[in-house]
């Protein structure tokens, strides 16, 4: 495009109008361009926090590729002979052996239901994320309990137990032991020697971790585990590792993917992402429309103007092309700002995380916002191409104006 049609357009543009409502339609053009891509921007951002930062949480204490038993039993014996040949798989990092159950925590004043999880404590390469980084205590804690076993507790079920580090807890399984007057509920004595913080409400009130050897007594297990975790390079790679470990595996254990566990919640933010675009992008629909109109008004306003150069020997594309012009600034000025209010709200919010929400009920205390560049790419894209859509008509209307018609009265 020539510099001709930059001029006339940004003139016309700028131009005090002869109606002041062109002028104020304008503005609103620009404002709901700028506010459709501004609420896309932080749809976004909140469909994505909230997918990495449960994503991140749940992978901190689950496998990327579980182990488990086809039809559950007694749990997986020879789990040792097993493990060597899964770390050999490719894309594998570590294969981490795992038992759980259903236990009673009993503090100094409250009880409260939880699941414990026994894993190897000896090797840093096997320690689950989540322990990592404990919120108290350490790992060193166990060879430190004074004689009891070591206990590392979600931040809530301390809480609900009512203890803090060192505090003594007594575990009682529900498995029991088998007497001849019945089940005996036993009662093991932990040592609190961590209290761990996923973000995640659910692990954090119901999660306790402890060696797989406390574990195996609790629960009154021999030397078995009832899940090998597998911890990838490429989280994404989980289905083809899951396929390589089941050949390893035998056919009495079943190989399953985080994506898999997680299946429902994954579908129920792909499903609000989706449904999020599309209503926010009813928004600049209608901000289309206020730039067609704008448009139309325009080509009635300029009439004689664009018949009178018409006549000086413009040409009929260039007269379109001043209009089309005309649309792609309003879009692209809206546009601009929104970009700045979406990333700059997105990143506000989540730096002070002034949404909050109940852990009860969402799993998270806040909302989480991260914003992606490409998203600000595609969402600019779709407000331009809305815009262009929109001068269509108009401009191929103001450049069929017969300048001798427009000029015949004047």
Same mark, same amino acid.
């Given at each position: 495009?020539?510099?001709?049609?930059?001029?006339?357009?940004?003139?016309?543009?700028?131009?005090?109008?002869?109606?002041?409502?062109?002028?104020?339609?304008?503005?609103?053009?620009?404002?709901?361009?700028?506010?459709?891509?501004?609420?896309?921007?932080?749809?976004?951002?909140?469909?994505?926090?909230?997918?990495?930062?449960?994503?991140?949480?749940?992978?901190?204490?689950?496998?990327?590729?579980?182990?488990?038993?086809?039809?559950?039993?007694?749990?997986?014996?020879?789990?040792?002979?097993?493990?060597?040949?899964?770390?050999?798989?490719?894309?594998?990092?570590?294969?981490?052996?795992?038992?759980?159950?259903?236990?009673?925590?009993?503090?100094?004043?409250?009880?409260?239901? $939880?699941?414990? #999880?026994?894993?190897?404590?000896?090797?840093? *390469?096997?320690?689950?994320? +989540? /322990?990592?980084? &404990? @919120?108290?205590?350490?790992?060193?804690?166990?060879?430190?309990?004074?004689?009891?076993?070591?206990?590392?507790?979600?931040?809530?079920?301390?809480?609900?137990?009512?203890?803090?580090?060192?505090?003594?807890?007594?575990?009682?399984?529900?498995?029991?032991?088998?007497?001849?007057?019945?089940?005996?509920?036993?009662?093991?004595?932990?040592?609190?020697?961590?209290?761990?913080?996923?973000?995640?409400?659910?692990?954090?009130?119901?999660?306790?971790?402890?060696?797989?050897?406390?574990?195996?007594?609790?629960?009154?297990?021999?030397?078995?585990?009832?899940?090998?975790?597998?911890?990838?390079?490429?989280?994404?790679?989980?289905?083809?590792?899951?396929?390589?470990?089941?050949?390893? $595996?035998?056919? #009495?254990?079943?190989?399953?993917?985080?994506? *898999?566990?997680?299946?429902? +919640? /994954?579908?129920? &933010? @792909?499903?609000?992402?989706?449904?999020?675009?599309?209503?926010?992008?009813?928004?600049?629909?209608?901000?289309?429309?206020?730039?067609?109109?704008?448009?139309?008004?325009?080509?009635?306003?300029?009439?004689?103007?664009?018949?009178?150069?018409?006549?000086?020997?413009?040409?009929?594309?260039?007269?379109?092309?001043?209009?089309?012009?005309?649309?792609?600034?309003?879009?692209?000025?809206?546009?601009?700002?929104?970009?700045?209010?979406?990333?700059?709200?997105?990143?506000?919010?989540?730096?002070?995380?002034?949404?909050?929400?109940?852990?009860?009920?969402?799993?998270?205390?806040?909302?989480?916002?991260?914003?992606?560049?490409?998203?600000?790419?595609?969402?600019?894209?779709?407000?331009?191409?809305?815009?262009?859509?929109?001068?269509?008509?108009?401009?191929?209307?103001?450049?069929?104006?017969?300048?001798?018609?427009?000029?015949?009265?004047?």
């Amino acid at each position: 495009m020539s510099r001709f049609e930059w001029i006339v357009a940004l003139r016309y543009l700028r131009a005090k109008r002869k109606q002041t409502v062109t002028s104020v339609i304008t503005v609103i053009s620009v404002l709901g361009v700028a506010a459709g891509v501004a609420a896309l921007i932080i749809a976004l951002a909140i469909n994505n926090g909230f997918q990495s930062t449960l994503q991140s949480s749940l992978l901190s204490a689950t496998a990327h590729v579980s182990i488990l038993e086809r039809n559950p039993a007694y749990g997986i014996q020879n789990w040792e002979d097993l493990i060597p040949k899964l770390q050999r798989l490719p894309h594998v990092i570590s294969a981490t052996p795992g038992l759980y159950g259903q236990i009673a925590l009993k503090g100094p004043l409250v009880g409260s239901g $939880a699941v414990l #999880k026994g894993v190897p404590l000896g090797s840093d *390469d096997r320690i689950p994320e +989540l /322990l990592r980084h &404990l @919120k108290s205590g350490s790992l060193s804690g166990f060879a430190n309990a004074g004689g009891e076993y070591g206990i590392i507790l979600g931040s809530r079920l301390a809480e609900q137990a009512g203890v803090v580090l060192h505090s003594p807890v007594s575990v009682i399984s529900y498995q029991g032991e088998l007497t001849p007057l019945g089940p005996s509920w036993s009662a093991f004595h932990f040592r609190v020697v961590g209290i761990f913080e996923s973000g995640l409400y659910d692990l954090d009130s119901t999660w306790a971790f402890t060696s797989l050897a406390a574990a195996q007594r609790v629960l009154d297990l021999n030397d078995v585990v009832n899940t090998i975790e597998l911890r990838l390079d490429n989280i994404f790679d989980a289905r083809e590792v899951a396929r390589a470990a089941e050949n390893v $595996a035998g056919p #009495k254990l079943i190989a399953t993917t985080w994506m *898999d566990q997680n299946r429902s +919640l /994954l579908n129920a &933010l @792909k499903l609000e992402k989706i449904v999020s675009v599309i209503t926010v992008s009813l928004i600049e629909l209608v901000a289309a429309l206020n730039i067609l109109i704008v448009l139309v008004m325009l080509v009635m306003e300029k009439h004689r103007d664009v018949a009178i150069l018409m006549s000086m020997g413009a040409r009929r594309q260039q007269i379109q092309r001043i209009f089309v012009l005309q649309g792609i600034i309003i879009g692209g000025l809206g546009c601009a700002i929104g970009l700045a209010v979406g990333y700059s709200a997105a990143t506000l919010f989540n730096h002070y995380r002034w949404l909050k929400l109940d852990e009860q009920i969402y799993a998270l205390s806040y909302v989480p916002f991260q914003s992606h560049w490409t998203d600000g790419i595609w969402v600019a894209a779709l407000a331009l191409i809305t815009s262009l859509i929109a001068t269509l008509h108009p401009s191929r209307t103001a450049s069929r104006i017969a300048p001798a018609e427009a000029l015949r009265y004047e």
